[in-house]
């Protein structure tokens, strides 16, 4: 398991360690949806951002740091891959995708909301 607590952001990041950096409550991260936005209504991770891929670099500009922890998921790994990559190459180096993304969030029993 990756030590998410102690500052060690990776590529990828499975839904356990996200929910368990969550849970201690640690500061200055942000977590994207990268799906459209009536996907994003039917249900996402509880505070999660909404900022569709064909928007995300413009809005992630004004409204993200380039230094902050961003957790990225989309409608499969590929789209949070390519999203990740976006982000990156825009700039925004710590940048982690998380593995299953929505589908393994909620396996893994974390909060979620609907709009």
């Not at 990828?12 to 929910?19: G, I, R």
């Not at 951002?49 to 230094?67: G, M, N, Q, W, Y």
Request: hydrophobic share 35%.
């Amino acid at each position: 398991m990756t030590n998410l607590l102690l500052g060690d952001l990776t590529p990828q990041t499975d839904a356990h360690d996200l929910k368990s950096r969550l849970q201690w409550g640690q500061p200055a991260f942000t977590i994207v949806d990268v799906r459209t936005r009536q996907t994003y209504n039917q249900g996402h991770i509880s505070g999660a951002i909404p900022l569709p891929v064909d928007e995300l670099v413009k809005r992630a500009t004004v409204s993200l740091a380039k230094e902050r922890d961003i957790y990225i998921y989309g409608d499969s790994d590929e789209h949070s891959a390519n999203a990740a990559k976006t982000l990156r190459d825009a700039g925004f180096a710590r940048v982690s995708e998380l593995s299953g993304g929505f589908s393994a969030w909620k396996a893994a029993g974390g909060s979620t909301e609907e709009m």
